[in-house]
C-alpha cells in the first residue's frame, strides 16, 4: 500500500529539549516536504527536498532543520523546540510531475506536537 | 502577506445543490494549482489539479482556472453530506517548473445539510 508514515503520532515536549519527527515514504517519490497547520493559518511548507542531498527552505523554515541521506525518509529535526512550535505536522511526498498521476501529494497521518 | 487567499466559510448548502468554492492567488508564476479536501483531524487529500485555463471535470467535482483575473475555483455538483469538510487551494510556486513549493489558502468549511 503506497503510504506515508510518521511518528511519532503525539508528542508532548518541553522547550529547549531537541526532538526528531520521522517521515518515510515508500512510493520512491524524489518529493517530499514538511508543513506546519495552524488554526487560522492554513498549511505553511516548513522545507522541502527534491532528492537525496537537495533541500530548500519553504515559508517558514525558522526554528527547524531537515536532511535527506536516503529517497524514503525525511526527518525533521527541532534543535530547541519553543511553545511557538506546537502545531501539527505533516510530511509529504510526491513524484516528479509531467503525467497524471505524479502531481498528487500523499500527506502522512499528521503529528501533533505540544511543547510546553 | 498572503499569497493565496480563501473565505473561510463556513459555507453552507443544501444536499444535491452546486458548491462553489474560490480561491484568488497573487503569484503571477504560479502554474498549477491544486484542491485538496480535508476531514476533520485527518490529513490532506488531493481532490483536483488544473494548470491550463479553463475548466477541468472530474466526476462531480470541476476545477476553473482563470489566469488573468488570478482565480480559481472549484465546483461540487449534486453536493452530499459526505462532501462535508475543509477544501484547501493551493499554488505551486514560482521558482522553476517543478520547483515543488506550495502555498496554501486557509480553506473553506464547507457544509452540506441533509
Known amino acids: 500500500e503506497a503510504q506515508v508514515t510518521q511518528n511519532p503520532r503525539y508528542l508532548i515536549t518541553v522547550t529547549g529539549k531537541k526532538l526528531t519527527v520521522t517521515c518515510s515514504q515508500n512510493m520512491n517519490h524524489e518529493y517530499m516536504s514538511w508543513y506546519r497547520q495552524d488554526p487560522g493559518l492554513g498549511l505553511r511548507q516548513i522545507y522541502y527536498?527534491?532528492?537525496?542531498?537537495?533541500?530548500d527552505k519553504g515559508d517558514v523554515p525558522e526554528g527547524y532543520k531537515v536532511s535527506r541521506k536516503e529517497k524514503r525518509n525525511f526527518p525533521l529535526i527541532l534543535e530547541s523546540p519553543s511553545p511557538n512550535q506546537t502545531s501539527l505536522y505533516f510530511c509529504?511526498?510526491?513524484?516528479?510531475?509531467?503525467?497524471?498521476?505524479?502531481?498528487?501529494?500523499?500527506f502522512g497521518p499528521g503529528t501533533r506536537l505540544t511543547v510546553t | 502577506q498572503k499569497e493565496v487567499e480563501q473565505n473561510s466559510g463556513p459555507l453552507s448548502v443544501p444536499e444535491g445543490a452546486i458548491a462553489s468554492l474560490n480561491c484568488t492567488y497573487s503569484?503571477?508564476?504560479?502554474?498549477?494549482f491544486f484542491w485538496y479536501r480535508q476531514y476533520s483531524g485527518k490529513s490532506p487529500e488531493l481532490i483536483m489539479f488544473?494548470?491550463?485555463?479553463g475548466d477541468k471535470e472530474d466526476g462531480r467535482f470541476t476545477a476553473q482556472l482563470n489566469k488573468a483575473s488570478q482565480y480559481v475555483s472549484l465546483l461540487i455538483r449534486d453536493s452530499q453530506p459526505s462532501d462535508s469538510a475543509t477544501y484547501l487551494c493551493a499554488g505551486e510556486g514560482s521558482r522553476g517548473p517543478g520547483t515543488y513549493k506550495y502555498i496554501f489558502g486557509t480553506g473553506t468549511r464547507l457544509k452540506v445539510l441533509a
Open positions: 509529504a511526498s510526491r513524484g516528479p510531475g509531467g503525467d497524471l498521476g505524479s502531481y498528487e501529494q500523499y
Open positions: 488544473i494548470y491550463s485555463n
Open positions: 527536498s527534491m532528492n537525496v542531498e537537495v533541500t
Open positions: 503569484d503571477r508564476g504560479s502554474q498549477s
